[in-house]
DNA sequence: TGCTTTTATCTCAACGTTGAGATTATCAAG
DNA sequence: CTTGATAATCTCAACGTTGAGATAAAAGCA
């Protein structure tokens, strides 16, 4: 069996044979960006569905996630959504223009502000995650649970040696 | 050991028991994305230490595998670059401003054209290749060449069963 | 030959992100 | 207090992508 990742390869064997020796990782970070892009259209659409960006429809879970009171500052956010502080300050603003968040002043700090879900924007959220999930489990369908264990653990070894250990 | 992801989970299995049992999905997926972002982080700054964006870079190792004549047809960029038809253009014209690739008219068929590696953009690419190696290399430089491997195997099984099977 | 359909590429306005810099507020030191 | 440094957020122009539509050539078919 092969993809699309063993005929990239294959070609780099024989155009590059210097470099042979040193294609090993793209076997596997080659699979990984291709997995995420397919895996990522298919949840814009998901979202879309429900009139969201995919960049909201992140802020919408990890403020839904974070629990009661629903409400991260936009720095929070900012960390966990491995964006830049612009396109949080945009997204912000598009969601409040939907009324899906608003901005609230902290008492403590006033240069801080929280970002809370509206009660709308709890509904949508909601509804949105669980197609979410069902389109998710869609893509794995015919595949091995156990591999999918085995694979995701490998990818958490990976990403705990790189760092990526935290939500704060 | 536990890595963001399984904080996330955490979360939501808190805050949306009710979709406790449909979370398997994410540990996978969930990992892919953040993987690829962090990749994908890295290099970009490899293909802009030789002064391309990473579309770009795409596109010149995508000319550069394909082996001799190293020209392609710009639709047969767009399937292999997984983008629209107007960022094939976009990057076409960039490149061609750098004097990267060159546009050639087909004898046979005059609608379709021919994107062509300079020599300036083969230099440019093989450097810029070997660097982008080096960086993966250095990426995985701690982990185990096993776990690598299987990781790897998983998510092709992954791809081919979503169909990512074939380059053109 | 003429007509329609299909194929290949380009156009362009709307959109979201980037990232450096500006703004405003807090904190630490004297 | 006042000054300087630090921190949180926002501003905005430049950039790349999207995706529907335009353009032009080729292929299919009477």
Redesign the pocket.
């Known amino acids: 069996m092969s993809d699309a990742v063993d005929a990239i390869i294959g070609q780099w064997v024989k155009e590059r044979p210097d470099v042979a020796q040193d294609l090993w990782p793209v076997q596997l970070f080659a699979r990984v960006q291709r997995l995420a892009r397919v895996v990522e259209k298919s949840a814009k659409a998901a979202a879309a569905a429900h009139g969201v960006?995919y960049?909201e429809f992140d802020v919408l879970t990890t403020l839904q996630r974070s629990g009661p009171p629903y409400a991260l500052?936009?720095?929070a956010l900012?960390k966990a959504s491995m964006?830049?502080?612009?396109?949080i300050?945009?997204?912000?603003d598009?969601m409040e223009a939907k009324n899906l968040v608003e901005?609230v002043r902290d008492g403590e700090?006033?240069?801080?502000?929280k970002i809370r879900l509206t009660d709308h924007g709890h509904d949508v959220t909601r509804a949105a995650f669980t197609d979410h999930l069902a389109n998710y489990a869609r893509l794995l369908a015919d595949m091995d649970r156990d591999l999918i264990t085995k694979t995701g653990d490998g990818l958490r070894q990976l990403l705990e040696a790189l760092g990526d250990t935290g939500i704060e």
């Open positions: 960006e960049g500052t936009a720095g900012l964006v830049t502080s612009g396109a300050t945009n997204r912000i598009r901005r700090d006033r240069r801080t502000i």
